[in-house]
């Protein structure tokens, strides 16, 4: 498995937002700024998490955009799975029903599928809060 630059800026994006909600709304020239990524990218990811209702936006000369949510509502999980798609590690666990001819017999399929629980037990762990601790932390501000 192998997250894009769209997931992982998303997570980026959600980050910075985070961290910079006390001032209201964010702009994402200030945000493409501090991450160092591309505007253009960074609009369209956005306009993507506002539409799930993650991110609300704010127009005009204050706007911007700021969490809909508090940080420990957001799972890291949530935020891959809406960019990414499906983590599943092979096609047939994709999707809510196995659709293979040979699951029955597959004698991979318990290990792909215990991988499968394994990663998303891990990325629903996490929250935008604890990587926000984790950012502090790294900068010595707790």
């Not at 993507?48 to 508090?70: F, V």
Request: aromatic share 8%.
């Amino acid at each position: 498995m192998k997250i894009s630059t769209k997931g992982r800026y998303a997570l980026r994006l959600m980050m910075d937002v985070a961290s910079h909600d006390d001032a209201g709304y964010v702009s994402l020239k200030d945000v493409a700024a501090r991450q160092n990524i591309s505007m253009k990218y960074l609009e369209q990811i956005a306009g993507l998490l506002a539409k799930a209702g993650l991110l609300r936006s704010g127009r005009g000369a204050q706007g911007g955009y700021r969490l809909a949510k508090e940080p420990e509502n957001y799972t890291v999980g949530s935020i891959l799975r809406l960019t990414e798609g499906d983590l599943a590690p092979v096609a047939c666990l994709a999707g809510e029903e196995n659709r293979c001819e040979r699951c029955g017999e597959c004698p991979t399929l318990d290990f792909w599928t215990g991988l499968y629980a394994t990663v998303n037990a891990y990325i629903d762990r996490y929250t935008l809060a604890d990587l926000l601790e984790e950012q502090k932390r790294k900068q010595g501000k707790t």
